[in-house]
């Protein structure tokens, strides 16, 4: 396995495609994220680009328990990423790197999860993303919130090489499996 990012980017888009085409995945809604939600927590998605994992069925059982949901919105990769309160009359507007995202007349929100896509994991839950770093920087911007990382068990990997400005996830759920930090 290469420690070098871009080329192990390439070969986790690579197994998630494949992976993703040939079984359909569908992620459960774990019981530790059912115990935070309630009505007012305010849970931060995403909507997944080609074959990320699919937060849909975590954001309806946020949706269910009263939740604010919110999305993530880019401006340019310079800009930090901010989250936009998101409802079924929210309008979606393309955005830049082929995201999805709220008019950015939605108002901002705070999470108090947030639900990130990645690129590949490893057994401490360090998180290889598409290299911006957006969710690295909203992860020190919003450090009480709790990380949960979404993913196919295909983008597991024995280590990712970390710099310090990575930010570990509390979890990870695949579509086998919910992989929890030992003291986060």
Known sequence: MTLDKKALRAQ??????????????????????????????????????????????????????????????????????????????????????GLRQPSRSAPVVVPDVILAPLVGFDATLNRLGQGAGFYDRAFVQHDAAWRLGLAWSVQQVPELPADPWDVPLHAILTEQALHLAEQR
């Open 12 to 97: 986790l888009r690579a197994a998630r495609d494949g992976f993703f085409a040939e079984h359909r995945p569908r992620l459960a809604v774990p019981e530790l994220l059912r115990a935070r939600l309630a009505p007012g927590v305010v849970v931060a998605s995403y909507l997944p680009v080609g074959s990320e994992a699919d937060p849909a069925p975590l954001v309806d059982a946020a949706r269910e328990a009263g939740c604010v949901l919110a999305l993530a919105w880019v401006a340019d990769r310079a800009t930090p990423m901010e989250f936009l309160r998101w409802d079924a009359d929210t309008a979606i507007e393309a955005g830049p790197m």
